[in-house]
T-cell receptor
Framework: QKEVEQDPGPLSVPEGAIVSLNCTYS??????FMWYRQYSRKGPELLMY????GNKEDGRFTAQVDKSSKYISLFIRDSQPSDSATYLC??????????????FGQGTILTVHP | DADVTQTPRNRITKTGKRIMLECSQT?????MYWYRQDPGLGLRLIYY???????NKGEISDGYSVSRQAQAKFSLSLESAIPNQTALYFC?????????????FGPGTRLLVL
């Protein structure tokens, strides 16, 4: 079993839809949770970073962590064609001033059509 | 100019050939990584280096070798390429930015082994 599981999709939605992307994990030592966005023919870029359980909002994006269920989500409101990309979740057992082991999910391919 | 650059961006080679993928960074980070990305498998770590004298194997190092020529340069070699090494290869650097570890990826090298 992989430490981090992410549905690869692909996911296709109309412009303006609410998108929900999810990852589950098995390692209870993970404390820091990240979402990277990867456009076609580009490297991944950090989109959002959250610590422990709870929600974090940044514009149209909301990251949610439920450590009791070992489940994280990324919600995109009012999705735009420019949101079309692969979204990768990533998790670490350390953060703040410490490096840890970073583990990526498989990535979900999202297409938002006009 | 990009902070993390990779050369070449695309490469076609034949089975048995030795090839080298190069990575340079201007971010001043000590930590550098090589990943491969395959559809449905996400990012898998090949090798990583915490400084010029410290090189470590990742989860899929067989068939690969690396060289850290300087803080800014980290090269990946395929000693005798085989078709299942066809993939997208990414170099990355990382740093602690207050929230935790952020990885910065290059644009990738698309490799086809015939």
């Amino acid at each position: 079993q992989k430490e981090v599981e992410q549905d690869p999709g692909p996911l296709s939605v109309p412009e303006g839809a609410i998108v929900s992307l999810n990852c589950t994990y098995s390692n209870s030592a993970f404390q820091y949770f990240m979402w990277y966005r990867q456009y076609s023919r580009k490297g991944p870029e950090l989109l959002m970073y959250t610590y422990s359980s709870g929600n974090k909002e940044d514009g149209r994006f909301t990251a949610q962590v439920d450590k009791s269920s070992k489940y994280i989500s990324l919600f995109i409101r009012d999705s735009q064609p420019s949101d079309s990309a692969t979204y990768l979740c990533a998790m670490s057992n350390a953060g703040g001033t410490s490096y840890g082991k970073l583990t990526f999910g498989q990535g979900t391919i999202l297409t938002v059509h006009p | 100019d990009a902070d993390v650059t990779q050369t070449p961006r695309n490469r076609i080679t034949k089975t048995g050939k030795r090839i080298m993928l190069e990575c340079s960074q201007t971010k001043g980070h000590d930590r550098m990584y090589w990943y491969r990305q395959d559809p449905g498998l996400g990012l898998r770590l090949i090798y990583y280096s915490f400084d010029v004298k410290d090189i470590n194997k990742g989860e899929i190092s067989d068939g690969y070798s690396v060289s850290r020529q300087a803080q800014a340069k980290f090269s990946l070699s395929l000693e005798s390429a085989i078709p299942n090494q066809t993939a997208l290869y990414f170099c990355a650097t990382s740093a602690l930015d207050g929230l935790g570890e952020t990885q910065y990826f290059g644009p990738g090298t698309r490799l086809l082994v015939l």
